[in-house]
């Protein structure tokens, strides 16, 4: 059977005002911060019409007064009067809590939604844009991996474009401009591997937060700085690619690639495989996902080939990193599984982080709550929401959170 992905049109100018309008949820994250980036050195092509924030007050105030957005919601509730005071006397509708989010993902205020929400938080936003109509340029990848199925399909019936920002899947993204329906044969993610990349689990079981934080390559908030060392960061973005480019597992590889400069490729079925590559600095996939399908002029650090050493290729060490043999296992399962490992790995990463857990025992997490948590094939949206829910109250207990 082939699977043909539908590339959203090159000839629509997604977002068809002169200057886009975006909704950036998640504006004081690493995402976040990048994607202001790329719009304060635009200010001809998009504005920044509404930001949110979960508890960093101070910079979502300070960027509030800078991009002048119609609206902001801060979900911690106790911060709301701090940022009405600051804001209010501005014309700035200030909002706050989770309802709010979702709230204001529904408003007209912006064309375009900046998914840069971390976690399964980001999800009901972004299926709250996509019912209102808006293209969504998607970095938030566990929004695919709880609930692919019901994002996607929402999407094709909303006429939605869902135009990916996570490197791997702009570069797959990137490489299909053009195809039309040309069936991929397979898909490779690269993959870092990550600060303990050639390390093995004698050495892991001492790490703490500290090390597993700092990434080689990638400068990144603190969930998907601890996913990428674990490698559950691979397994997710293979969740997120089956969705994105209606894929069957089979079809989906990884390979290591430490120098991050292939930021991922497609073989055809004629055999022939393109890459997408350059430096890694996520402005470029943000920028590329905002602009789509134009690409538009930076002044980024090039690649220089003259000056750079050797690309180097290995396959992935599952016998050390099991996060990305239980994540493959989630993908084959398929129907709520994603989401239960997804859940899991957010409390274990949580515990981790606030050294509850060691490194090696967030896989028994993770192991345990899949085995545990009932098993349902087609799940409805309502489904994933309460398979989340038993997955944190199953994977807290085992963390005495
Ligand atoms: P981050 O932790 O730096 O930022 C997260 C943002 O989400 C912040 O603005 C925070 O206020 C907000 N937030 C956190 N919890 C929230 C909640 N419960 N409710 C509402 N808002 C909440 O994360 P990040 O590194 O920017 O990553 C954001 C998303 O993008 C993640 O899904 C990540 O996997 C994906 N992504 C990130 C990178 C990267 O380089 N950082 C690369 C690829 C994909
Ligand atoms: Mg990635």
């Known amino acids: ?4 992905f539908s590339h959203p049109s090159e000839a ?10 975006v909704g950036l949820f998640g504006s004081t994250g690493s995402i976040g911060k990048q994607t202001l980036e790329v719009i304060r050195a635009n200010p001809t092509l998009f504005s920044a019409t509404l930001l949110t924030a979960h508890s960093n007050h101070e910079l979502l105030i300070e960027q509030a007064l800078e991009f002048m957005p119609a609206v902001v919601v801060i979900t911690q ?16 509708l200030v909002m706050a809590g989770e309802a709010a989010l979702e709230e204001a993902a529904g408003m007209d205020c912006f064309d375009l939604m900046m998914a840069a929400i ?66 991929i044969e397979k898909i490779i993610l690269t993959a870092s591997g990550g600060p303990f990349i050639g390390r093995k689990p004698n050495y892991l079981v ?46 989906i590889e990884v390979v290591i690639h430490p120098q991050s400069i292939i930021h991922s490729m497609v073989q055809f079925k004629d055999n022939s495989i393109k890459a997408q590559m ?29 000056k750079s050493a050797t690309l180097s290729f290995d396959p992935p060490d599952f016998k050390t990193f099991r996060n ?46 899949m085995a545990n948590v009932a098993f349902i094939g087609q799940p409805s949206l309502e489904e994933y929401f309460e398979s989340d829910g038993e997955a944190r109250n199953f994977a807290a207990s085992l963390i005495n959170l």
């Open 1 to 4: 059977m082939e699977f043909i």
């Open 12 to 21: 629509e100018d997604i977002g068809s005002p002169a200057i886009k309008r």
């Open 77 to 92: 509730t106790s911060k709301y009067a701090l940022v009405k005071e600051a804001l209010a006397s501005k014309g700035i």
């Open 118 to 183: 971390v976690g399964f938080a980001g999800l009901k936003p972004t299926l709250k844009a996509i019912e209102t109509g808006k293209n969504i340029a998607l970095a938030n990848k566990e929004t695919l991996v709880v609930a692919g199925d019901v994002v996607m399909s929402m999407a094709a019936a909303n006429g939605v474009s869902i135009i990916p920002v996570d490197s791997e899947h702009s570069a797959i993204f990137q490489c299909l401009v053009g195809e039309g329906a040309n069936p």
């Open 206 to 251: 001492n790490v703490k937060r500290e090390h597993a934080i700092a990434h080689p390559n990638w400068s990144m908030g603190a969930k998907i700085s601890i996913d990428s060392s674990t490698l559950m960061n691979k397994g997710l973005e293979m969740i997120e690619a089956k969705w994105l480019f209606n894929l069957e597992p089979s079809q």
């Open 278 to 306: 350059g430096l890694p600095d996520m402005k470029l996939p943000i920028q590329y996902a905002m602009a789509y399908p134009q690409r538009i002029q930076n002044s980024f650090p090039r690649f220089n080939f003259a």
């Open 324 to 369: 990305l043999g239980l994540a493959i296992s989630a993908l084959n399962k398929g129907g709520n599984m994603p989401c239960i490992l997804n859940a899991a790995n957010e409390l274990a990463v949580y515990g981790f982080l606030n050294n509850r857990l060691g490194f090696l025992d967030m896989t028994e997490v993770i192991e345990q709550t």
